[in-house]
């Protein structure tokens, strides 16, 4: 990749926010991964058979309205949503604290985003088999 590129793309600035818009954020640069999750917990949080997420340097996130509502989801993990309307937003790791995994489909542009890996693949439903590239 060329400098003149990379030095584009660190620039960007990805926008997205919850279902109600109570809470709008901006993330800038590139994610260094974007991942479908298909572990129970992502399931029962966000009532979907898989969860896309893509990671952001903490630093490079910043909540411009609104103030995203913690919950503790299992020893090492902290979600963050919504208070008001629930939209799922935000995972993070205990032992990553320098980064922040925002929900794809949270994010105005989400489409322009491409999966490159899974999480807990073996944990997929039968019936979300082949929607994802199998």
Same mark, same amino acid.
């Given at each position: 990749?060329?400098?003149?590129?990379?030095?584009?793309?660190?620039?960007?600035?990805?926008?997205?926010?919850?279902?109600?818009?109570a809470i709008r954020f901006e993330a800038r640069g590139e994610p260094d991964r974007v991942v479908h999750c298909y572990c129970g917990m992502c399931r029962r949080w966000s009532g979907a058979a898989f969860v896309t997420f893509a990671r952001f340097p903490r630093a490079s996130v910043c909540f411009v309205e609104g103030e995203v509502t913690p919950h503790r989801s299992s020893a090492r993990v902290v979600r963050g949503h919504c208070a008001a309307c629930g939209g799922a937003l935000t995972? %993070?790791?205990?032992? =990553? #604290?320098?980064?922040?995994?925002?929900?794809?489909?949270s994010l105005d542009r %989400?489409?322009?985003? =491409? #999966?490159?890996?899974?999480?807990?693949?073996?944990?997929?439903?039968?019936? %979300?088999r082949g929607v994802v590239g199998d």
């Open positions: 990749m060329s400098e003149d590129v990379r030095s584009a793309s660190s620039d960007r600035v990805w926008t997205g926010g919850c279902l109600c818009g995972f %993070a790791y205990d032992n =990553e #604290p320098e980064c922040v995994w925002l929900t794809a489909g %989400a489409g322009e985003l =491409e #999966p490159t890996g899974e999480f807990m693949a073996e944990e997929r439903v039968a019936w %979300a």
